[in-house]
């Protein structure tokens, strides 16, 4: 027919296995699989980011994704985690307005799930019209580590 015996045929298998093996592992290398195990950051015990990261976890398992949740001192600690690549953390839930992009170029933000309230309680006579009125003042935020000092 087209002049092709069995050992033409069988080389020719062999090219393409050859060729099919070479592109799977160029791809397996380029493209990786997505990890399963991924470890968030999400504040201290009990608090509102742990709580929403509680709903993510029982999420990503139904999609067969280990979440680590990773308690520590507030936003600020997790901005530090998120742009060292040697913590393992790769996600985390920051609180708006502690960072640029100017300070912080490799990270992205997948959105805004709240905005942040602050209430700003003092016993003076005189009234305030502004924050930075309190500007040599001593004042009370957060604990360290939390995105409040920061802001």
Not at 40 to 64: N, Q, T
Not at 124 to 136: F, I, R, S, Y
Request: hydrophobic share 45%.
């Amino acid at each position: 027919m087209l002049g092709l015996g069995w050992s033409g045929l069988i080389k020719g298998l062999a090219a393409f296995l050859c060729i099919l093996g070479v592109v799977s592992l160029a791809l397996i290398y380029f493209f990786p699989a997505p990890p399963s195990t991924i470890a968030m950051a999400v504040g201290f015990k009990g608090g509102s980011y742990g709580l929403i990261a509680e709903h993510y976890k029982d999420i990503l398992a139904r999609a067969h994704v280990n979440l680590q949740l990773r308690t520590t001192t507030g936003s600020a600690e997790h901005l530090k985690l998120l742009q060292d690549r040697n913590s393992g953390v790769a996600a985390a839930f920051v609180q708006g307005g502690i960072s640029k992009s100017k300070q912080a170029p490799g990270l992205l933000s997948l959105g805004r799930i709240n905005y942040q309230i602050f209430c700003v309680f003092y016993r003076a006579t005189e009234v305030l019209n502004d924050l930075t009125e309190l500007k040599g003042k001593r004042i009370a935020v957060g604990p360290v580590g939390t995105a409040a000092r920061v802001v």
